[in-house]
């Protein structure tokens, strides 16, 4: 085992070694062949009459007319605007330049490309220790815990705005959740759960919610079949508590079941103004599951606990969760950022803190927030209401603008309720940018920012939002290539339009001027090696 662990780094180099080679080689054939095409012009410049030629050339350029320029700086401006609408759209759409992926995907490894490096490099933790830089599973997707209720909230909203607030990506993500859940333990499926199984896969709510009846006509015991129910058709949070409420009492032993069941109970008394009640049962529901912390139970309790102002238990739970061997969210963060900053926030004045200092509890604070903002980036303009919020997705991607817009649905409230805690976040969050280093290879409290983020809350949220993206991304050389060359061939098109005979004399001035270097080349050739040589060379 620990030979062939050995081995691996001296393939690996030897990899490497042969790519950079083959690299070097094709650097090198471009080179000669280049040079040998200029030697083959030059051999095949008098048999083949090039001088002629060009001259005719010549004398053909100089009998066009004026409309010929014109039309042909107009078509190159037409079709490069073209390229530019095209490079524009696929930009903002798919945040890259289509000539730049292509060239990349394509191209590059056809004149042996070696890839970066810097995905599989090592980077230096916060102690100083080399750690292994974190992979794709970085960008994987989680169950948003305080996701809302489908018929008593997501519907309600397409009713009224007519827009569709889930993607079927999310959707989807949610059936297979669903599956797992509530059939995934059974070893031989029930009739009724075969019936189940299928109704989290249909794409028509009403076809799920017949499948649903269906299911409880088989077995009036069927608690997956009220939860389908209480989620999707409950149009209001009283009718989908009494649903789940009827599914607990069938629930049985189903530890999947009673989880996910209670939990929404709990959200629903939290909904219907029971903090306190929801607090208790989501206290319950920790003690009694210990070992489900995967479901993020506490975000739920955090929130409920902001809601009451019990900003101690807060801080008990925290103490609890905010720990560096679990793994963080936005909530974790910017809860403990708010705590710290409600502590001075109501006192806060820039242009004092810049006359005398930060105190140790300022201090505090604003490196809380620099911590909270280097996790997620894109929290600080939806609570600071420089973006619109939407309602949040069933799923979100950690440190990702999904989870964002998660975090800020839920909890702006409670900035807006800690006097001039918004206010500190507006005067000190940009300066966490500062301290990060760029490019983002290194993190200062955190891994590295992901680069995955933007094509997966891009499936994650509706097409109508506009998806925060960090770090900005410049615009591609290849738009504003195209944006030049469409604006200086339109311009030629205009000047040749307007002054025809001037922009004549220009081009015959510019083409003479550039042929000049080849002439002179020829020239030079000429007179090193007689013209007799050549001949002979190329006669044999």
């Known amino acids: 085992m620990e030979e062939s662990t050995g081995s691996n780094p001296q393939s690996h180099g030897f990899t490497e070694k042969l790519k950079s080679w083959l690299s070097w080689s094709w650097t090198c054939v471009c080179f000669v062949w280049f040079g040998m095409v200029l030697i083959m012009i030059y051999v095949l410049w008098s048999p083949l009459k090039l001088q002629e030629t060009l001259a005719s050339a010549s004398v053909f350029l100089n009998t066009l007319t004026p409309k010929f320029y014109v039309a042909l700086t107009g078509t190159s401006s037409l079709i490069s605007g073209l390229i530019l609408i095209f490079e524009w759209w696929y930009f903002r759409k798919y945040g890259t330049s289509f000539i730049e992926q292509v060239s990349v995907s394509h191209l590059r490894p056809l004149l042996g490309g070696v ?21 794709v599973s970085e960008c994987k997707v989680w169950r948003n815990p305080l996701n809302l209720f489908r018929g008593a909230e997501y519907n309600r909203y397409t009713w009224v705005t007519g827009k569709e607030p889930l993607t079927y990506y999310d959707m989807n993500l949610s ?13 031989q499926l029930r009739p009724e759960d075969a019936v189940m199984q299928k109704a989290w896969r249909e794409r028509n709510p009403q076809a799920r919610i017949r499948a649903a009846y269906q299911a ?8 997956a079949a009220y939860v389908l129910l209480a989620e999707e058709e409950a149009t209001t949070i009283t009718e989908a508590e009494r649903l789940f409420k009827k599914a607990l009492s069938i629930a049985g032993k189903d530890i999947n079941l009673l989880v996910y069941i209670k939990r929404r109970l709990a959200m629903c008394a939290r909904k219907l103004g029971r903090i306190k009640e929801a607090v208790k049962m989501m206290r319950d529901l920790m003690k009694e599951f210990p070992l489900l ?13 902001l809601e009451l102002q019990a900003y101690a238990d807060v801080q008990a739970v925290l103490a609890k969760y905010d720990d560096i061997s679990l793994p963080k969210s936005a909530t974790i963060c910017y ?19 810049s ?4 105190s140790t509890a300022e201090m505090n604070a604003v490196e809380a927030i620099h911590r909270a903002v280097e996790f997620n980036p894109h929290v600080p303009k939806y609570l600071l209401e420089m973006k619109s919020l939407i309602l949040p997705p069933e799923h979100i991607l950690k440190r990702g603008d999904s989870e964002a817009v998660a975090y800020a649905f839920f909890h702006l409230q409670h900035w807006k309720r800690a006097e001039g805690a918004l206010n500190l976040l507006h005067c000190t969050w940009e300066g966490t940018f500062r301290i990060i280093p760029y490019p983002l290879e290194k993190g200062h409290l955190f891994y590295p920012y992901p680069g995955c983020t933007e094509t997966a809350d891009r499936e994650l949220l509706p097409s109508f939002h506009e998806v925060s993206v960090y770090p900005k991304k410049e615009l591609p050389f290849f738009i504003l290539f195209t944006a030049g060359l469409c604006s200086f061939t339109a311009m030629l ?37 007689p013209s007799s040589f050549w001949h002979q060379l190329t006669r044999i």
């Open 216 to 223: 409880i006509e088989m077995n009036h015991e069927c608690a």
């Open 115 to 135: 890839e970066s490096s810097s995905t599989t490099g090592l980077f230096s933790s916060v102690n100083g220790e080399a750690e292994p830089r974190p992979s």
């Open 335 to 353: 809860t403990s950022a708010l705590l710290k900053a409600r502590a001075v926030s109501d006192k806060f004045s820039p242009e004092a803190a």
């Open 493 to 529: 098109a205009m000047l040749t339009h307007q002054f025809p005979e001037l922009m004549g004399v220009f081009a015959k001035a510019f083409f003479s001027t550039l042929f000049a270097p080849l002439g002179f080349f020829a020239d030079k050739m000429e007179s090193f090696m």
């Open 175 to 187: 059936a297979q959740d669903h599956q797992t859940f509530f059939t995934g333990d059974t070893q």
């Open 293 to 305: 912390g995967m479901l993020n139970i506490h975000e739920n309790l955090l929130e409920a606990l």
């Open 355 to 358: 006359r005398r200092g930060l």
